[in-house]
């Protein structure tokens, strides 16, 4: 059975960056689409990035756009997600999901979970 593991989150003060890393084992992963998601208190677990089997396509949510990069090392079996200039909103636990086929958006259409990392950032 696939298996996901999320590392890098943290509490950090706005303006700052962290870099999430997930590791994936028992899984084909030069076949996934890899994606990011996030859940804040209260809310639903929303779309933040995603990057296609050969990493030369990303997708990225408006909110994070211009700020966070997901990028892939197959060699490594590893996805990343880059955050920079945090701000207080993206305080959430952050997911790492895979998926071989669906829309990469759609959280439902994902295979595997990896068990989440909390990123917090202060005002």
């Known amino acids: 059975q696939v298996q996901l593991a999320e590392s890098g989150g943290g509490l950090v003060q706005a303006g700052a960056s962290l870099r999430l890393s997930c590791v994936v084992s028992?899984?084909?992963?030069?076949?996934?689409?890899m994606g990011w998601f996030r859940q804040a208190p209260g809310k639903d677990r929303e779309f933040v990035a995603a990057?296609?089997?050969?990493?030369?396509?990303?997708h990225y949510s408006d909110s994070v756009k211009d700020r966070f990069t997901i990028f892939r090392d197959n060699a490594k079996n590893t996805v990343y997600l880059q955050m920079n200039v945090l701000k207080p909103e993206d305080t959430a636990v952050y997911y790492c999901?895979?998926?071989?086929?669906?829309?990469?958006?759609?959280?439902?259409?994902?295979?595997?979970w990896g068990q989440g990392t909390q990123v917090t950032v202060s005002s």
């Open positions: 028992r899984g084909t992963f030069s076949l996934a689409t």
């Open positions: 999901g895979l998926q071989y086929s669906g829309i990469y958006y759609y959280h439902a259409h994902y295979d595997a």
């Open positions: 990057i296609d089997r050969s990493g030369d396509s990303t």
